[in-house]
């Protein structure tokens, strides 16, 4: 299984301003993905990034939003950009184990209050 | 598409009695299908896991599944609970392969458990 740990675990924002959520992975893994879980919702895929090429968002999420970089195979960052009270969420970083597992490893996540 | 379906929202369950928290699902293909568990304050943690084989599968911390191809389901039961399991449990499927070759599941809304001392 992969170790996954995220920064900062949780913060309190201003409108207006932006975010940045650190993952980084203990072990070097071709996959990313970032999610959005909503207050009593399900999470939700908001982009897959691949290491060296630009990330793939899902419906609904756009780049200029949630803009994401992979500088290398166990490190990535999301930011939340022009934040409303409705970004308020909890932000999880994950990882696939791999062809060879099938599984997904989730970082402890990201708790984000945007005032 | 692919859909995960919980009924429940939430589920209460006194110690020691069995529990059951119910997940149907709609994919494409033969079925992968997840559970996970999420505690306050914490990330999702990996549960159990159907792919093929035997329709029980048996996880962590005491708790099983039991995939029903007739029925689209994949409820995760456990024999006696403890006040412990109390947390967020969440189903998950998929038909295959996402992009890339990496495994994109769709979740469920996610069920509350709730154990009773």
């Known amino acids: 299984s992969a170790v996954i740990s995220q920064k900062p675990s949780r913060d309190i924002c201003q409108r207006g301003t932006s975010l940045t959520i650190q993952c980084q992975v203990d072990?070097?893994?071709?996959?990313m993905f970032w999610y959005r879980q909503q207050p009593g919702q399900s999470l939700t895929l908001i982009a897959t990034a691949n290491q060296g090429s630009e990330a793939t968002y899902e419906s609904g999420f756009v780049i200029d939003k949630f803009p994401i970089s992979r500088p290398n195979l166990t490190f990535s960052t999301l930011t939340v950009s022009n934040m409303s009270p409705e970004d308020s969420s909890i932000y999880l970083c994950s990882v696939d184990g791999g062809q060879s597992t099938d599984t997904q490893y989730f970082g402890p996540g990201t708790r984000l209050t945007v005032l | 598409a692919q859909s995960v379906a919980q009924p429940e929202d939430q589920v209460n369950v006194a110690e020691g009695n069995p529990l059951t928290v119910k997940c149907t699902y709609s994919?494409?293909?033969?079925?992968?299908l997840f559970w996970y568990v999420q505690y306050p304050n914490r990330g999702l943690q990996f549960l159990l896991k159907y792919i093929t084989g035997d329709n029980l599968v048996k996880g962590s911390y005491g708790f099983e599944a039991e995939f029903n191809k007739s029925q689209t389901s994949f409820h995760l039961k456990k024999p006696s609970a403890l006040v412990s399991d109390s947390a967020l449990y969440f189903c998950?499927?998929?038909?295959?392969?996402?992009?890339?070759?990496?495994?994109?599941?769709?979740f469920g809304r996610g069920t509350s458990l709730i154990v009773h001392p």
């Open positions: 994919v494409s293909g033969n079925p992968y």
């Open positions: 998950a499927a998929m038909g295959g392969l996402g992009p890339g070759g990496s495994y994109i599941p769709t």
């Open positions: 072990s070097q893994v071709t996959m």
